[in-house]
Nanobody, 128 residues
Framework: QVQLVESGGGLVQAGDSLRLSCAASGRTLSSYGMGWFRQAPGKEREFVAA????????YYADSVKGRLTISRDNVKNVVYLQMNSLKPEDTAVYYC?????????????????????WGQGTQVTVSS
């Protein structure tokens, strides 16, 4: 079973950038499609971005397209979320999740329930 640990969150101002990391241990990430999700207070967990097991394909929620970029390094066993032009509405706890799947990023889906392994989350707060 793979274990995931997120890091890189913090308090920033609108327009700033952050890079979140999701480090894996226990198993190699190369057999897993990966996703980033977020959950704001009082709201359901929502899909942000996904990347295929190989890193060839990516898929984004419309709300983050052009501002957030997901990437991975299967040698280092890490998945990243580069966040640019941050907005106050991006404030949430961000989670990475793994799904044992060799399909495309879009085929991974956006339903949190379909991802089997989760990290503990990292808080991102964007002030206006």
């Amino acid at each position: 079973q793979v274990q995931l640990v997120e890091s890189g969150g913090g308090l920033v101002q609108a327009g700033d950038s952050l890079r979140l990391s999701c480090a894996a241990s226990g198993r190699t990430l190369s057999s897993y499609g990966m996703g980033w999700f977020r959950q704001a207070p009082g709201k359901e967990r929502e899909f942000v971005a996904a990347i295929s097991w190989s890193g060839i394909s990516t898929y984004y929620a419309d709300s983050v397209k052009g501002r957030l970029t997901i990437s991975r390094d299967n040698v280092k066993n890490v998945v990243y979320l580069q966040m640019n032009s941050l907005k106050p509405e991006d404030t949430a706890v961000y989670y990475c999740a793994a799904k044992r799947d060799f399909g495309s990023a879009r085929a991974l889906g956006t339903d949190p329930a379909s991802f089997s392994t989760w990290g503990q989350g990292t808080q991102v707060t964007v002030s206006s």
